[in-house]
């Protein structure tokens, strides 16, 4: 058996920000996993939809470890990824520094976790992990999935080699925090303007500000984009809400973060982005309340509801970003 020591295994609201409060606070840093979010350049928008889709999905984040490098890149961290198509070679990468006391970052798909009461395919979750025996491996998960988990080392494997959307290759990670970190505070305006010029400025139109005035124009067909409308719009309303996000899509978290920033910086600027994310994070929780009483009822109104409250929103963020990049 191998047990890293002293782990502060707080399960916060998101996956990726859950395992990098882990990560980090064995190195000694113990930031807000708002501001976690936040230096990572965490908030995007995607409108995404294929053929090959059953239903469309809104996300309200940065790609799978985009986060993680981000924050990273931002905080002059070292960050140490091992990937390989070798099961082995995979399970020797988590090994050796769980041995060498240090804990360690998985990507994986929670369909295959044993914890996991709803068995749906993700292949971006990602989890900390510090420490196995013969049967189990020792994980940090969100507070939802329960915080401080174990699943069997079978099933680990079979998460971890699992191919698909948004899946990596047996993906593992370390952080080593250098002496002379640079301050948190020091890189707030760089992470917030990152983010905002992102958003701005998307390489196409299912993305950032762009992504949710289309959304607002998709989302009152979505009843007759659906087989079975009264199963897929109550799911998609709960992946925004209480999918890992914090609510709101992300816009609590990014709220939040902002509201922390403005206790440290004076800005007019900042406290423009705050107010705007603040009523942001009210609407887009009013959005998916429509979706899923839509679905509930059939009726067709409460997604043309919900397209204007999107039309809106994409204003509100624009603008909120707008502000933001300013800094």
């Not at 993680?68 to 002059?76: C, D, I, Q």
């Not at 999935?145 to 191919?163: F, I």
């Not at 887009?284 to 397209?307: C, F, M, P």
């Amino acid at each position: 058996m191998a047990l890293v020591k002293d782990i502060d295994a707080r399960g916060v609201q998101h996956c990726e920000t859950t395992a990098l409060g882990v990560l980090l606070r064995h190195e000694g840093i113990d930031l807000s996993e708002p501001m976690l979010f936040g230096l990572g350049s965490g908030l995007s928008f995607i409108y995404w939809d294929s053929k090959g889709m059953d239903f469309p999905f809104l996300g309200g984040r940065v790609k799978p470890f985009e986060l993680t490098r981000n924050l990273a890149a931002v905080l002059g961290l070292e960050l140490l990824v091992r990937e390989t198509t070798s099961p082995r070679k995979a399970w020797q990468n988590v090994a050796a520094p769980v041995d060498a006391g240090r804990p360690v970052g998985l990507q994986l798909d929670s369909y295959h976790l044993d914890y996991f009461s709803t068995k749906v395919h993700f292949g971006g979750h990602i989890v900390a992990m510090y420490g196995y025996d013969e049967q189990d491996a020792y994980l940090v998960d969100t507070d939802q999935q329960g915080g401080a988990v174990t699943t069997s080392l079978a099933g680990l494997a079979r998460a971890r080699a699992e191919r698909g959307p948004m899946t990596a290759k047996h993906r593992s990670f370390t952080i080593t925090a250098p002496t002379g970190l640079t301050s948190p505070r020091d890189r707030i305006i760089p992470a917030i303007t990152t983010c905002a010029a992102a958003f701005l400025n998307p390489p196409i139109a299912n993305l950032g500000h762009r992504g949710i005035e289309k959304t607002a124009r998709q989302v009152p067909k979505w009843l007759h984009r659906s087989d079975k409308p009264w199963e897929d719009l109550p799911r998609a309303a709960v992946l925004m809400e209480r999918a890992g996000t914090g609510g709101a899509l992300f816009r609590n978290l990014y709220r939040d973060f902002l509201a922390e920033c403005a206790q440290l910086i004076d800005s007019g600027h900042l406290r423009t982005g705050h107010s705007l994310y603040t009523e942001a994070a009210t609407l887009w929780t009013q959005v998916s309340a429509l979706i899923a009483a839509a679905g509930e009822s059939g009726d067709a109104k409460d997604l043309v509801r919900a397209g204007s409250v999107l039309d809106e929103l994409s204003r509100i963020e624009r603008d909120a970003m707008r502000a933001l990049s300013m800094l």
